[in-house]
């Protein structure tokens, strides 16, 4: 039995997005075949002060029974009050509500992988040198126990 040859990578314009779509309408149609549909829903919790101006935020997706914390802000005037706690925690009262596993998200040094840790998470990755001179460090809580 003869192959075809296997095709040669090439880097192509795509601006209108449609192969990048197309290679992940393959990969999503492969991944059904090993794991459910993830069935994706987002999350956005925000904090306005009076004057209607935004303190802070985080947003998220929920997904194969975790919360994915994709975004954690704070306004400067806002940090070290609270604030961040506050949102993490109506986050985490979400994820229990919707019977989740857990919380994960990443954060490189320079933002706040130590208040991630006072929070109860724990750290399962670091990417060094993300960006040059850094690092990127991936963290998650449980609630329940692995094999649940």
């Not at 929920?62 to 954690?72: A, I, M, P, Q, T």
């Not at 130590?114 to 109860?120: D, I, P």
């Amino acid at each position: 039995m003869t192959h075809a040859p296997v095709p040669v990578p090439s880097v192509v314009a795509d601006p209108d997005g449609s192969r990048r779509a197309e290679v992940l309408t393959n990969l999503r149609g492969f991944n059904r075949r090993h794991a459910p549909d993830p069935m994706w829903e987002p999350l956005t919790i925000i904090a306005d002060l009076p004057d209607g101006s935004l303190a802070g935020g985080l947003v998220g997706e929920f997904g194969w029974g975790w919360l994915h914390v994709d975004l954690l802000w704070v306004a400067d005037a806002g940090r070290g009050r609270g604030l961040g706690s506050a949102l993490l925690r109506a986050a985490e009262v979400q994820a229990r509500g919707r019977d989740c596993v857990g919380i994960y998200l990443d954060s490189f040094d320079f933002q706040a992988p130590g208040f991630y840790l006072k929070q109860g998470f724990s750290v399962f990755g670091v990417l060094e040198d993300f960006p040059p001179g850094s690092r990127q460090t991936f963290l998650s809580k449980r609630f329940v126990p692995a094999g649940r």
